[in-house]
C-alpha cells in the first residue's frame, strides 16, 4: 500500500545547530503537508507545498518538495528550544487531492540549550 | 471560538468495557478523522468520514467503531475487542475543498485501560 517513510525518527542537537528531517513516499504525490505536534500535544498543520520544486519558508523553517513530487524536506537553520517537538510530513492518498492523508513516523527533534 | 473538543482528556476503563471517546468541531468541516498514537508509532489512522452518514476504515479499524449522524460528532467506540487499546486518540476535521485542506486536531483523549 501506499507509505510515506520519514528519516530520521530522532534528533538531538545543540541550540543553534541546524535540523533536517526528510520525508519519500511510495507514489508520486498531488501534495505533501507538513505538521509539528509539541511535547504533550496535538499536531498543528505548517504548511503545504504543491509545485514540483517548490521552496517555501517560514522564518527559520525552509521547506522543499521534490521535482518528481515524491520526496520533501524540513529544514531548520539555528534550532531554538522552542523548536522541540515531533515533526511529521502527510500525503494524500494516490490519485487524489482530497480524502485521507497517510502521515510518516515523524522526526522527533530534542534541542539542549 | 472554533475549534474541536475531545473529552474527556484522560479516560481510565477496566479490561472488557467498551468506551466511547467524543469529537466534536464547530469549524463546519465535511471531514473527520480518527487516528491512534503509541510513542514512537506516529499517528495511525482508525476511522475517517468524508460525509455524514457514511464512513471508512482506516489501517487499524479492528476492535474500534464509529458513527456520523451529525456533521459536528463522530464518536469513536472502542470496545472489548480491541487488544491493546491504551493510547493516546486523536480526533481531526478537515475541509474537502481541493486547496486548503489541512486538518485540524483536538486535544486528544489519553486512554488507559487495565
Known amino acids: 500500500g501506499q507509505q510515506v517513510m520519514q528519516i530520521p525518527q530522532y534528533q538531538h542537537v545543540q541550540e543553534g545547530e541546524d535540523f533536517t528531517t526528510y520525508c519519500n513516499s511510495s507514489?508520486?504525490?498531488?501534495?505533501i503537508q507538513w505538521y509539528k505536534q509539541r511535547p504533550g500535544g496535538h499536531p498543528v498543520f505548517l504548511i503545504q507545498?504543491?509545485?514540483?520544486?517548490e521552496v517555501k519558508k517560514q522564518k527559520r523553517l525552509t521547506f522543499q518538495f521534490g521535482e518528481a513530487k515524491k520526496n520533501s524536506s524540513l529544514h531548520i537553520t539555528a534550532t531554538q528550544t522552542t523548536d522541540v517537538g515531533t515533526y511529521f510530513c502527510?500525503?494524500?492518498?494516490?490519485?487524489?487531492?482530497?480524502?485521507?492523508?497517510?502521515f510518516g513516523r515523524g522526526t522527533q527533534l530534542t534541542v539542549w540549550p | 471560538d472554533g475549534g474541536i473538543t475531545q473529552s474527556p482528556k484522560y479516560l481510565f476503563r477496566k479490561e472488557g468495557q467498551n468506551v466511547t471517546l467524543s469529537c466534536e468541531q464547530n469549524?463546519?468541516?465535511?471531514?473527520m478523522y480518527w487516528y491512534r498514537q503509541d510513542p514512537g508509532q506516529g499517528l495511525r489512522l482508525i476511522y475517517y468520514?468524508?460525509?455524514?452518514?457514511?464512513?471508512q476504515k482506516g489501517d487499524i479499524a479492528e476492535g474500534y467503531s464509529v458513527s456520523r449522524e451529525k456533521k459536528e460528532s463522530f464518536p469513536l467506540t472502542v470496545t472489548s475487542a480491541q487488544k491493546n487499546p491504551t493510547a493516546f486518540y486523536l480526533c481531526?476535521?478537515?475541509?474537502?475543498?481541493?486547496?486548503?485542506?489541512?486538518?485540524?486536531f483536538g486535544p486528544g483523549t489519553r486512554l488507559t485501560v487495565t
Open positions: 469549524l463546519n468541516h465535511d471531514a
Open positions: 502527510a500525503g494524500p492518498e494516490r490519485g487524489s487531492t482530497l480524502g485521507r492523508l497517510y
Open positions: 507514489t508520486t504525490l498531488s501534495n
Open positions: 507545498l504543491v509545485k514540483s520544486g
Open positions: 468520514s468524508q460525509i455524514v452518514n457514511d464512513f
Open positions: 481531526a476535521s478537515s475541509t474537502r475543498r481541493e486547496t486548503d485542506y489541512e486538518q485540524y
